[in-house]
């Protein structure tokens, strides 16, 4: 459809250049319609998810309660997460912090340190350590090809995510050995 050596008007929307090349205006205005309500619905789906994410983790303690841990009592959505995460997302689309995610492979760090310490309830004991062990390897490999800006960054966040384990697990233990065995 697209004639040999021709550029074409911009990367990012060549899907949508070739289709009104191969369908006239109809056909180009359907695939825009398309993509916008798939990336409205993907956006959603991933500001709900985290949002739950963000719940679960304020429910356990891993994050303060009182903030991450509450539902709208009308609605039971995690309201506080949703708002915390769309202004997030304000802010950064404002100084287009997508792009700079997205080219320096961000995303890709992002994804790799979030699977890799999965807990798996129910298994053989040695089945969850070679199942997170496995996918470490292939995040570390996948980690020594991403550009040096999303590796500093999320070696950063990954390191910042140790420490406050570290914090909580030393505050928890604390918090055993003063209240006595229950």
């Not at 983790?57 to 309201?79: C, K």
């Not at 910042?160 to 928890?172: C, E, K, P, S, T």
Request: include cysteine.
């Amino acid at each position: 459809m697209w004639p040999r050596g021709a550029a074409f008007p911009d990367l990012d929307t060549a899907y949508v250049a070739v289709a009104q090349r191969a369908g006239g205006t109809f056909l180009f205005v359907l695939m825009n319609g398309a993509l916008l309500i798939a990336t409205i619905e993907s956006g959603m789906a991933s500001q709900l998810g985290t949002a739950r994410l963000l719940f679960a983790m304020g429910q356990n303690g891993a994050l303060p309660r009182r903030f991450f841990g509450t539902l709208n009592p009308v609605r039971r959505i995690p309201q506080n997460n949703l708002l915390l995460i769309g202004v997030s997302v304000l802010i950064g689309s404002r100084y287009r912090a997508v792009e700079l995610w997205r080219a320096s492979g961000l995303h890709g760090c992002q994804r790799c340190f979030s699977s890799s310490g999965v807990a798996y309830e129910g298994l053989k004991p040695w089945l969850p350590i070679l199942l997170s062990g496995s996918g470490f390897v292939v995040c570390f490999f996948l980690w020594l090809n991403l550009g040096p800006t999303a590796r500093w960054a999320g070696t950063a966040w990954a390191v910042l995510g140790i420490a406050l384990w570290l914090v909580r697990r030393n505050q928890m233990t604390a918090d055993k050995q003063f209240t006595g065995p229950s």
